[in-house]
C-alpha cells in the first residue's frame, strides 16, 4: 500500500486521541486515516526491519508489506494493547519469516549502507542514539547485532532502539517477561564484549 499523503504534511506531534481516532476510521475503510497511521509508524518499523534484515531492500519491502498486512487485519484490533504492541508484533513476526527463508549462508556486504557508505536509517530520535550512530561506532554496533541469534536481537531492537519496557515487549514477543530479560542481558554481555572499547559510551 502505498503513502497517498504527502511528506510535507506530516505533522510534528501526534497524541493517543489523534491515533484512536485514525484506528477507528481505519477499520471503518477510511484509507487516509490508515496512511496517517503510516506516517506515524514508518520510520519506526523500517530501522526496525533494517536492524533484523541487515539490507536496505529488504527492509523497504518488509515495511511496505508489514503496514500491508495491518491495513488487512486492522479490524481485528480490538484495543485490548497498545496499538504500537500489536504492530510491532507483525513486524517481528514478519522479519523473523523473511530470516527463515533466507539461505543459511546469506550475508549483506556493508550491510545497511548505500552507495556512498551512508547508512539508511532515518534519523534517531534521541541522544543516546545519535551517540550511537556515529562513524566507527555505527559499524561496531551493526557488526555485533548482526552476529547475535535473532531471538536476542530482537529484544535489543525493542529495548534499546524503540525504548520499549521489558513488560512491553513480553506482550509483543508472547513470552515470559524473565525470558525477554534473560535473552536481553545475554545480548548485552555478547556486546559489551564485541564492541570492546565503545561499550562503556554505547551501552
Not at 158 to 182: A, C, H, M, R
Amino acid at each position: 500500500m502505498e503513502t497517498i499523503i504527502p511528506r510535507h504534511s506530516e505533522p510534528s506531534a501526534w497524541d493517543s486521541g489523534q491515533e484512536s481516532a485514525w484506528i477507528a476510521a481505519s477499520q471503518a475503510g477510511d484509507t487516509v486515516a490508515f496512511n496517517r497511521l503510516v506516517l506515524k509508524w514508518e520510520r519506526k518499523i523500517y530501522n526496525l526491519s533494517l536492524r533484523m534484515l541487515r539490507n536496505p531492500e529488504d527492509a523497504s519491502d518488509s515495511t511496505q508489506e508489514i503496514f500491508l498486512l495491518a491495513f488487512r487485519n486492522i479490524r481485528k484490533f480490538r484495543g485490548n494493547s497498545r496499538f504500537s504492541t500489536w504492530l510491532y508484533r507483525i513486524a517481528v513476526n514478519h522479519c523473523f519469516d523473511i530470516i527463515k527463508r533466507k539461505p543459511a549462508d546469506y550475508q549483506v556486504e556493508n550491510p545497511g549502507q548505500d552507495e556512498r557508505g551512508s547508512l539508511k536509517y532515518f534519523s534517531p530520535g534521541n541522544l543516546q542514539e545519535k551517540s550511537i550512530f556515529q562513524s566507527e561506532r555505527q559499524s561496531r554496533i551493526l557488526e555485533s547485532l548482526a552476529v547475535l541469534p535473532k531471538d536476542q536481537r530482537v529484544v535489543i531492537e525493542l529495548k534499546f532502539f524503540q525504548e520499549e519496557t521489558f513488560n512491553g515487549i513480553s506482550s509483543i514477543l508472547d513470552i515470559p517477561e524473565s525470558t525477554v530479560k534473560y535473552r536481553y542481558y545475554m545480548a548485552l554481555g555478547f556486546l559489551k564484549d564485541h564492541l570492546g572499547r565503545f561499550a562503556e559510551e554505547i551501552l
